[in-house]
């Protein structure tokens, strides 16, 4: 039996534009509609984004993020106006998911969430009523607070003070340690470049002692393309080889570069955290803390190819705890085990560690994993599996892109 890899799939509803876009025109042509009898009288927050100004509505705030996407301005044009303007609508988990869905920048989505925790909005200001409340949630985006301006854009007003990155820190500072894991957390699975990595598996079996042995080494070419990993065999057992990755059989592990990390953190979860202790671990003094993700609102997949070929899945739940680093706010590591897995499926126990810390790629810093290990256990077969990943010579993938709108 060929036992292959865990899978976290991150399923979240994507709005589509189409729908977005159609709301829109009918709201610019009911603004546009005269004669007798007069339409009914707008919100006033859609008759300011309409006509440019006061602060942003909703809709109108997703507008702003479609002309963005459609290359009407610049990301850098769209955070002076956002910032100019202010918002007339709760940021909510769901309003930044819908950002995110529609291909948001990530430093416009940071720019969302520093307003939202703001103590006051840019004049002209909204109602008290449509005042925003802090989210429960932070997800961020992928750019610095402070995005590089672009050549062809002028300099921003000398009225305008650009975002720092201490304005960002003393935000995050006031809020839960968990929080900020969170965000830290979202906004690296966000930036993640498009990269090589080698990876070596020690690939290990249970004995009928109890002891692991060793059974074979492979060394894998990891390629990350726009999230999609792509795994090359390059040797087993230090031997060059032309066999492929998913033909060697046994139990295999790809890297899962930010699902793993971000998924206990997304609002779809809706994981439990607990505080269990502060300890030392790595040199750092972090705080661990317990999660629980209930399967029904998982997204967390077993996958079994049975020896006919037949892939075999099932969704699980799955528990464990986080080790967050006291000084960067970031996950040093994550442990989670599967939960209610069925009687009767081939694995009966799953579990998996990753540990995480900066490596830099042509020069700039990404939170990724060092090293990590799998264990797979299948009491029907009496087998039991046991993977240990090292993850080193990070570099730029450069492939040929083509986006096609």
């Given at each position: 039996?060929?036992?292959?890899?865990?899978?976290?799939?991150?399923?979240?509803?994507?709005?589509?534009?189409?729908?977005?876009?159609?709301h829109?025109l009918r709201?610019?042509?009911?603004?546009?509609?005269?004669?007798?009898?007069?339409?009914?009288?707008?919100?006033?927050?859609?008759?300011?984004?309409?006509?440019?100004?006061?602060?942003?509505?909703?809709?109108?705030?997703?507008?702003?993020?479609?002309?963005?996407?459609?290359?009407?301005?610049?990301?850098?044009?769209?955070?002076?106006?956002?910032?100019?303007?202010?918002?007339?609508?709760?940021?909510?988990?769901?309003?930044?998911?819908?950002?995110?869905?529609?291909?948001?920048?990530?430093?416009?989505?940071?720019v969302?969430?520093?307003?939202a925790?703001?103590?006051?909005?840019?004049?002209?200001?909204?109602?008290?009523?449509?005042?925003?409340?802090?989210?429960r949630?932070?997800?961020?985006?992928?750019?610095?607070?402070?995005?590089?301006?672009?050549?062809?854009?002028?300099?921003?007003?000398?009225?305008?003070?650009?975002?720092?990155?201490?304005?960002?820190t003393?935000?995050?500072?006031?809020?839960?340690?968990?929080?900020?894991?969170?965000?830290?957390?979202?906004?690296?699975?966000?930036?993640?470049?498009?990269?090589?990595?080698?990876?070596?598996?020690?690939?290990?079996?249970?004995?009928g002692?109890?002891?692991?042995?060793?059974?074979?080494?492979?060394?894998?070419?990891?390629?990350?393309?726009?999230?999609?990993?792509?795994?090359?065999?390059?040797?087993?057992?230090?031997?060059?080889?032309?066999?492929?990755?998913?033909?060697?059989?046994?139990?295999?592990?790809?890297?899962?570069?930010?699902?793993?990390?971000?998924?206990?953190?997304?609002?779809?979860?809706?994981?439990?955290?607990?505080?269990?202790?502060?300890?030392?671990?790595?040199?750092?003094?972090?705080?661990?803390?317990?999660?629980?993700?209930?399967?029904?609102?998982?997204?967390?997949?077993?996958?079994?190819?049975?020896?006919?070929?037949?892939?075999?899945?099932?969704?699980?739940?799955?528990?464990?705890?986080?080790?967050?680093?006291?000084?960067?706010?970031?996950?040093?590591?994550?442990?989670?085990?599967?939960?209610?897995?069925?009687?009767?499926?081939?694995?009966?126990?799953?579990e998996?560690a990753?540990?995480?810390?900066?490596?830099?790629?042509?020069?700039?810093?990404?939170?990724?994993?060092?090293?990590?290990?799998?264990?797979?256990?299948?009491?029907?077969?009496?087998?039991?599996?046991?993977?240990?990943?090292?993850?080193?010579?990070?570099?730029?993938?450069?492939?040929?892109?083509?986006?096609?709108?």
């Open positions: 039996m060929a036992v292959h890899p865990i899978r976290l799939k991150l399923f979240l509803a994507v709005a589509g534009l189409m729908l977005l876009t159609s829109t709201a610019t042509s009911v603004a546009r509609t005269g004669g007798t009898p007069p339409a009914p009288q707008r919100p006033r927050s859609v008759e300011a984004s309409e006509n440019q100004t006061g602060p942003l509505s909703e809709v109108a705030f997703y507008r702003l993020v479609q002309r963005v996407r459609q290359g009407q301005i610049t990301t850098d044009a769209a955070i002076r106006e956002l910032r100019q303007r202010g918002i007339a609508f709760e940021v909510t988990d769901e309003v930044l998911d819908r950002a995110r869905q529609l291909g948001a920048p990530g430093a416009l989505i940071t969302l969430v520093e307003l925790f703001a103590p006051s909005q840019p004049s002209p200001k909204p109602s008290p009523t449509a005042r925003p409340k802090p989210t949630t932070i997800p961020s985006g992928s750019a610095p607070a402070t995005p590089e301006p672009a050549r062809d854009q002028e300099d921003p007003p000398d009225n305008e003070p650009p975002a720092s990155s201490e304005d960002e003393a935000r995050l500072s006031q809020l839960p340690l968990i929080e900020q894991a969170r965000f830290h957390a979202l906004r690296s699975a966000d930036d993640l470049p498009d990269f090589i990595v080698t990876q070596t598996i020690r690939r290990m079996v249970r004995d002692r109890g002891q692991w042995q060793t059974r074979d080494t492979l060394e894998t070419e990891v390629r990350v393309e726009g999230g999609r990993e792509r795994v090359e065999l390059l040797s087993i057992n230090g031997r060059a080889t032309q066999r492929r990755y998913e033909d060697v059989g046994g139990a295999t592990s790809v890297g899962d570069f930010s699902g793993q990390l971000a998924a206990p953190f997304l609002p779809s979860t809706n994981t439990r955290f607990r505080e269990a202790k502060r300890e030392r671990y790595r040199g750092r003094l972090c705080r661990v803390y317990d999660f629980v993700v209930p399967r029904a609102t998982s997204g967390y997949t077993l996958t079994v190819r049975l020896s006919d070929g037949t892939p075999q899945r099932i969704q699980v739940g799955y528990q464990g705890s986080l080790w967050i680093d006291e000084a960067t706010k970031r996950v040093l590591r994550i442990e989670h085990t599967a939960t209610d897995i069925p009687p009767g499926f081939p694995m009966s126990q799953v998996s990753v540990d995480y810390d900066w490596v830099t790629i042509l020069g700039k810093n990404y939170w990724m994993p060092l090293t990590a290990e799998t264990i797979q256990v299948s009491d029907a077969y009496r087998q039991a599996f046991r993977n240990v990943s090292e993850f080193r010579n990070y570099r730029k993938f450069e492939g040929d892109v083509k986006i096609i709108e």
